[in-house]
């Protein structure tokens, strides 16, 4: 049964994770932190998607880890060796804004 009581410790349950996730994604948006969204236990940028796709293909396409390159304390996958050749010439110019947030 659905009562008042339950609908308002929901609604300060989902008002507290919002408030949380703003205080941990805040300082790297605001302040420029060089931290890279990747995944957990492997570390892997953009959850394996190659970044250099988005441009020489026009479409996200999932990067392959035998074409890999460190950047920024995260792995990051290509389609290819010329794709990671051009990431790793200027990463900047690859690698999604605000570190992937």
Known sequence: ???????????HVM???VILAGVLIAPAMV???????K???FGVAIKGF???AY?????????DSDYQYVWRDAK????????RDLFKADPEAYAP???GY
């Open 39 to 41: 995944t957990f236990f």
């Open 55 to 63: 441009f020489t293909e026009n479409r996200a396409i999932k990067g």
């Open 97 to 99: 804004q605000y570190g």
């Open 31 to 37: 302040f420029g932190f060089d931290s890279i969204n």
């Open 15 to 17: 008002v507290a994770l």
């Open 1 to 11: 049964m659905i009562t008042h009581a339950s609908i308002f410790k929901r609604t």
């Open 76 to 83: 990051w996958y290509f389609i290819s060796a010329k794709n």
């Open 50 to 52: 190659d970044p250099a």
